[in-house]
């Protein structure tokens, strides 16, 4: 069984910002996640093509994944070519760095019981690299002043600061599934000031179980995120906000909304969730009750189906061609660019209201084209 640090990296996200989350959630039992082995199985395909490419001893772990399919391949794949050419730029300046796959890295220097595991350690004089590969395709992760990769670095720097003559960490996510690499820098002092005076304290708070029950963004891996009294209260607040008159709701209102309605989304769905869960269990929710959904009719044997089908003279097949990303599984990727390359576009996707910091460029519709071309003429 694997042993999960209190304190971990991959969970200070949450701890630091809501520190009596740490002992919630380690006393709360663990909800089982096909993402979790998904993501588990992508780990350890990426861990061995960077072994196999760099000369470490490994084994091919593909016929033991459970969800291994191609787009696993493709996105490790992406990872292995984001850490070559991280590697390379390394090599132009440090001649001999030394890589680390799935390195235990310890930072209970400043929190106890700290480690983790970070998928690749690139150790050079100058730069040191942290990489971190995510497979989900969810949240979009970003390395800006991460504090997972954060805990990664001091445990890097716990480690190897004084083998290694490095006075900066650059930190990676590689995140295939979102079309996500990010990166971000930090010196070493700076880093150890942040460790000092913010995350040694949150977690000296955290592992005793005190301070503050903050909600945010960070509750999304909060096993107890469905009950928690602050995160429903923080919702609820949006319930209470204080419009004044007139009627209809001015546009800046309309942004105090939008700013809170995703949470307040997802925060309904994890209490609906929580729910039916607990009541297929037996639990009873007062005013309501378990009923089965809709469901559509489907045949028991197709094979049977077919076979009738044909011997009363129908054709019970359809013929269609294969959609994009079965044709490429049939063809692999460069023949069915060679093929048909050109008979593949992307159109515009729909457009979505996002934050001002989303890192996508601002939708540009049609009619906002036509014009700007009609302006440039
Ligand atoms: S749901 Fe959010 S506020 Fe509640 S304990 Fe978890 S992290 Fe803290």
Redesign the pocket.
Known sequence: MVKHAILSASSAE??S??T??AL??QQAADIPSPYAQEGTDAHLLCSYLLEREYGIETRDPTENLTYYNQEMQECAEIYLQTVNEIMADVKKVCPDPVIFVEQKVDFSKWVPGGFGTADCILLADGITHVCDYKHGAGVFVDATANIQMKCYALGVISMFGDIYDFDEICMHIIQPRKENISSWSIKVSELLTWADDYLSPRAQLAIKGEGE????S??HF????AT????AE?NLELAKLDFKLPAILSDSEISVVLEKVDNLVSWANDVKDYALTEALKGKKFEGFKVVEGRSNRKFTDVTAVADIVTSAGYDPYKKEVYGISAMETMLGKKKFVELLGNYVVKPQGKPVLVSITDKRPEFNSAAEEFKEKLEEK
């Open positions: 949450r701890w910002k809501c009596p989350s919630l959630n029950f903050v909600a945010g960070h509750c909060c096993k107890v995120k928690c009294r602050k995160r923080a």
